[in-house]
Structures are given as structure tokens and as C-alpha cells.
């Protein structure tokens, strides 16, 4: 019952950017078991998540936004405190990669990246925590990074999504240092390859080269950044603040 009590959910509510395939799908599956209640926000379809979790016995909304566009993204954070009557976890999940070289590479996409896995972040976080401090809420934010934020990808290039990560890890210490005293947390997670479209779909000349440099040879399961994700989200965690958690398979111990 006191592990029950510490790393339980219920009565919460989380808000899941990008939430409507991959990681984010996962996580708002995995927070819903947990005893959440789920705010899908993303550009496409939520339909499929929101059906999943209903499925599953959970309670679940989806809300189209743009994590680069800062009023639909209070509007959403809004909508979603009125229905659930609060807003006490995000993960901040939404994210892009375009594989280009830094000779190749348009600025225009470069400033596409960073917008959406940098300033979507910031914009989320925000608008998230205005909401908590004003009712009170001693709420948890988690970013989305990434081994990029600290290692080089190769043999692929792309310093634009490396680049957004690392500015992620530090985005993170920044608004945890400045939202402690609203008894606000705010941590990172550093996922190496993770099994999604964003890295399967990839040619099979790149995936073996990644293979080869990853310790224990496979990718990551979505599932398997639900322990270190729980443990963020809940009570569990109340003492960390700030703190960017590595799970990578050990790629970045070479």
C-alpha cells in the first residue's frame, strides 16, 4: 500500500503532448493504469489514444494543438483544467528530427526543429505552470530530451535535433530552479533509440550501425521509460527537482 501510495496516480490529472502515436501514446497509456486522468494534446489524430485508455477503464480527452503555437496551447491547458478541474503533470512530449547534414540543411528547417522540440517545450511548460501556481498545485513537469542533448549521433547528421535537446536539459534546470518555490518540479528524461516510427522507419544500413553501438544491442521499448517516467510523475520523486534521467541501453557510457 506504501509503494501504492507513493507511486500511485489517482485523482490527477496529466497532460501528454504529442500524445497521439509513439512515446507519448505509451506514456498516456502507462499514467492512465497508474490512475490518471489524460489530456491528449497534438496536431493530428488523438482518436486511437483516447479509445485505447477508455478501453482500459480510464478517463481520457484529446485536444488539438499546436505545441508551437502558444494560443492553442493555453487555450488546451485551459479546456482541460475546466473539464478535470485541474492540471497536476505534464509530459512534455511533442517533438520532430529531420536527418541533415549542417552543410545541407535549410535554416528554415533548422528554426523548425528548435521550434517545436525547444520553444514548443518552453510554451507547454509555461502555460502548465501559470495554471498550477495559481490553484495552488504543486504540480510535475517532464521533458522530453534525449542522449543527442549530450552525445553526437552517427553515422547520421542532425545537429539541429541535437542541438533542440541539449537546450532541453538546460531549459529544465532552469524553470525547475525558478518554479521550486511554487513547489513546482521540473526533470528531463534522455531516451536513446526508442522502437517508434521516428527511429524504425529509418534505412536498415543506419539501424545496424546503431545496433553495433548500443551495449545491449536492441532498442528501447516504449514501456521500458514508464519506470522512470511514474517515478518523476508522482510522489515518489517529491525531492527531485532538475535532474535529467538517462535511458539509452548505455550508449552513452562508450
Known sequence: MYLEDMFGLHGKTAVVTGGGRGIGQAVALGLSKAGAKIAIFNRGNTEETVRMIRKSGGDAIGIKADVTKEEQVVKALE?????????????NNAGTCIHQSSMDATVEEFRQVLDVN???????????????????IRGSIINMA???GTIVNIPQWQCSYNA???????????LAMEWAEHGIRVNSISPGYVA???????????????MKMIPLHRMCKPEE???????????????????DYVVDGGYTCI
Open 79 to 91: 479546456q482541460t483544467a475546466e473539464h478535470f478541474g485541474s492540471v497536476d503533470l505534464v509530459f
Open 118 to 136: 525547444l520553444t514548443g517545450i518552453f510554451i507547454v511548460a509555461r502555460a502548465a505552470a501559470r495554471i498550477m501556481i495559481a490553484k495552488g
Open 146 to 148: 534525449s542522449m543527442s
Open 164 to 174: 533542440s535537446k541539449a537546450g532541453v536539459i538546460h531549459l529544465t534546470r532552469s
Open 196 to 210: 517508434t516510427p521516428m527511429a524504425t522507419d529509418t534505412p536498415q544500413d543506419l539501424k545496424d550501425a546503431w
Open 225 to 243: 521509460l514508464m519506470p522512470v517516467i511514474l517515478c518523476l510523475a508522482s510522489d515518489a520523486s517529491g525531492y527531485t527537482t532538475g535532474s
